[in-house]
């Protein structure tokens, strides 16, 4: 009987979990991970105290997952299929952490990467090789809509766009042109307005990748792919633009062979920051002075081979860090008094995987 429930569950497109895991869901988190080389989802338990994790379901995406987001509900999942073009819509069970699939949105070209806005009411998506960044429509039930709001051109290899904590200003760092664009965001229309200065040139061969806002959106973090810094940015509170205050390595004195960074996270409460090392295979560690935004390195932790993307769990108790090339995930607790990393786990995932999301259920 099992046998087919399960069955069932599989063909109308809903992860059903027979381990006993429906119960105490406010005790639970779920940690989602695009398993590129198997054209999946993976659904991962995670228990919020020791921080211990297993897989207990999949969804098959029918192209290789990248970049996943969730809406700010946090009842919708969705996941840029980098194969196909397309943006897979989930309905998220708030009890279970099961997906089942509510539509297919082809969009521009390839998405490197997505976000909501702060609303829930658009998705933003950069293409890395058209050179462009584009704003969806997301109708009422949750799904993305096709045809573009909004289209602006970049200049050469945007990687990721996000929307301000005040769903304010839009954000596209450029890899392969050392500037990050930077717009007024209108939150009625989805429209983007360049502001003036419409760019922020960076330095020579810093390859601006992924960022994040510190939780007062004063400072925003870069993490740059090809000279192994983080940037510091304040932002205007009144015009959105960014000025410079701080670069800084993520790799150790001295350290002289070939890496690139990818990935970047501050912890809810903004004491600390993580950077991940491809090549060094390791995740850069700072505290954060919340006064200044400024950074001090804590030093570095190996990790996986090639950490495409980490992610850190909504306590900020936990980093799961995703080598995409060993095709294993580490895990690690945050010590809440000094921000190091200390591994207590290792997983096999799959092959390739890169993007990983942590949520609470209800």
């Known amino acids: 009987m099992r046998f ?10 809903i992860v059903m ?34 921080g211990l994790a297993s897989e207990i379901g999949s969804v098959k995406t029918s192209g ?3 970049a996943l987001a969730l809406n700010p509900a946090e009842n919708r999942l969705y996941a840029a299929v980098r194969s196909t073009g397309e943006v897979v819509t989930y309905e998220l069970n708030e009890s279970t952490g099961g997906l089942k699939e509510l539509g297919r949105t082809p969009v521009l070209a390839n998405p490197v990467y997505i976000a909501t806005d702060r609303t829930g009411k658009f998705l933003l998506t950069a293409y890395y090789g058209e050179a462009k960044a584009a704003v969806y429509a997301i109708n009422e039930e949750g799904v993305v809509v096709p045809d573009a709001v909004c289209t602006v051109d970049s ?24 500037l990050i664009q930077q717009f007024k965001f209108n939150a009625d229309s989805g429209e983007l307005t360049p502001l003036e200065p419409a760019e922020v040139m960076t ?9 994040t806002f510190a939780p007062s959106n004063q400072f925003v973090y870069f993490v740059n792919e090809h000279n192994c810094h ?54 850069a560690m700072y505290a954060v002075d919340q006064s200044t935004g400024k950074l001090s390195s804590l030093g570095q932790i190996p990790t996986e081979t090639w950490p495409r993307e980490f992610g850190l769990d909504p306590a900020g108790k936990f980093v799961y860090s995703a080598g995409q090339n060993s095709h294993k995930l ?27 999301l942590v949520k609470t259920l209800d």
Not at 155 to 178: E, F, R
Not at 204 to 210: I, L, Y
Not at 235 to 257: H, N, V, W
């Open 4 to 13: 087919w429930v399960s069955m069932l569950a599989w063909l109308t497109g």
């Open 17 to 50: 979990f027979s381990n006993g895991l429906s119960a105490h869901a406010g005790e639970r988190m779920m940690m989602y991970l695009s398993i590129g080389g198997e054209d999946r989802i993976a659904l991962w338990n995670v228990d919020p105290q020791t």
């Open 64 to 66: 290789a997952p990248g």
């Open 155 to 178: 200049t050469k290899h945007p990687h990721s766009i996000n929307v301000d904590l005040d769903n304010q200003n839009v954000y596209i760092p450029n890899t392969g042109a050392d």
């Open 203 to 211: 330095s020579e061969k810093s390859g601006g990748r992924h960022f």
């Open 230 to 283: 983080v940037d510091v940015f304040q932002r205007d509170k009144s015009t959105g633009a960014l000025t410079q205050i701080q670069a800084i390595s993520t790799l150790p004195e001295g350290y002289m062979e070939k890496s690139y960074c990818a990935d970047i996270h501050i912890t809810p409460d903004g004491k600390y920051l993580y950077a991940s090392n491809r090549g060094h295979d390791s995740l």
């Open 330 to 356: 580490a895990a690690y607790r945050i010590e809440p008094e000094t921000g190091k990393l200390t591994q207590f786990a290792t997983y096999p995932v799959g092959q390739s995987p890169s993007w990983v």
